[in-house]
């Protein structure tokens, strides 16, 4: 009985986190009138604030080998702020939907690049799902994308947008498995410390032009400030901090397929509140492409999940269990 609870509250832990994580989608919609690296900058800002407070609080001298914090300076920018400047500029150039569902397919990148690596199953167990997830992303792109160029975007400029979102992808791909590398050839460095080292190095990276970079969008455009500065907290503090302790709770009562399983969730609460948001209904060939996308991703994780461990997936700099 025991057993049970904790799993139901690691999968509402699971589901809460993802259901953070998906507004990392919604806010730059709702920033629209912002460039993609001033709503990033921004992003980071929040959260390199917030690390420098708990290295304040928990005394923390950051003592680290130079070569931690050429590691700590790379991850920050490919898998922070790398990551989030092309999702976001995917979003400007595409929409939201094609991003969202790209970036979806997360769990099965990671297990097909993790397993490059280390080799533990054979390729051929995750054909099937590949196939649903190709055929699912040609659906979204081909109701999504206006193919005729005719509207606010150029063709060219729409697939330029879904070339940054699988920029993204890969990125974040490399920097999920690179990441849980470094912490399993360093146990002396927690993930908690991880994550805040990140976070200051995010914060000087995101500070160098920072103010000159908002000052002259802001002047120029004649955007509402307090708009980008709401949005960024909620970026540095609910998604990435909130999130992520919600996610590491979720982490310490599930086993990690099911875990993995949960990341899903981030994908479909991005798109419901980007639809939400624009007061639309997808079409049916649309839902119905979403549907294979993550149904490919689901069978995928069953798939590899017997054959060995699971790859970790590092989340906002942190080691937590993902697609296996």
């Excluded at 700590?72 to 500029?89: D, K, N, P, R, S």
């Excluded at 099965?108 to 190709?134: C, E, F, M, Q, W």
Aim: proline share 5%; net charge positive.
């Amino acid at each position: 009985m025991r057993e049970k609870a904790a799993t139901s509250a690691g999968v509402t832990f699971g589901v809460l986190a993802n259901m953070l994580w998906g507004l990392a989608f919604l806010i730059p919609v709702l920033l629209a009138e912002f460039d993609p690296l001033v709503i990033t900058v921004g992003r980071y800002l929040c959260y390199g604030l917030v690390s420098l407070v708990l290295v304040v609080v928990t005394r923390n001298r950051l003592r680290y080998p130079m070569a931690v914090w050429r590691s700590a300076v790379l991850f920050a920018i490919a898998g922070h702020i790398g990551y989030y400047f092309f999702l976001v500029q995917g979003v400007a150039l595409v929409g939201a939907p094609v991003v969202t569902i790209i970036i979806g397919t997360l769990p099965v990148t990671v297990a097909l690049y993790g397993n490059l690596r280390h080799r533990d199953y054979p390729y051929r167990k995750l054909a099937p799902s590949l196939l649903l997830i190709g055929c699912g992303l040609v659906m979204v792109n081909l109701m999504e994308v206006d193919w005729s160029g005719a509207g606010e975007h150029s063709l060219a400029g729409q697939l330029l947008g879904v070339g940054c979102a699988m920029l993204a992808l890969a990125l974040w791909t490399w920097y999920a498995v690179a990441n849980s590398t470094f912490l399993k050839a360093h146990p002396g460095i927690t993930s908690a410390e991880w994550s805040t080292l990140m976070g200051v190095v995010a914060l000087a990276l995101s500070a160098v032009g920072a103010l000159s970079l908002l000052g002259h969008h802001v002047a120029e455009n004649g955007a509402n400030p307090g708009r980008l500065v709401v949005g960024s907290l909620v970026l540095g503090l609910v998604v990435s901090w909130g999130g992520t302790l919600l996610w590491n709770r979720a982490s310490t009562l599930l086993p990690v397929s099911t875990a993995g399983q949960l990341i899903v969730f981030e994908a479909i609460f991005g798109l419901i509140y980007v639809y939400v948001a624009k007061s639309r209904v997808p079409p049916l060939l649309e839902l119905a492409g979403i549907g294979l996308v993550l149904a490919g991703v689901l069978i995928a994780l069953r798939s590899s999940r017997t054959a060995a461990p699971a790859v970790p997936v590092a989340v906002d700099g942190l080691t937590t269990p993902g697609a296996g």
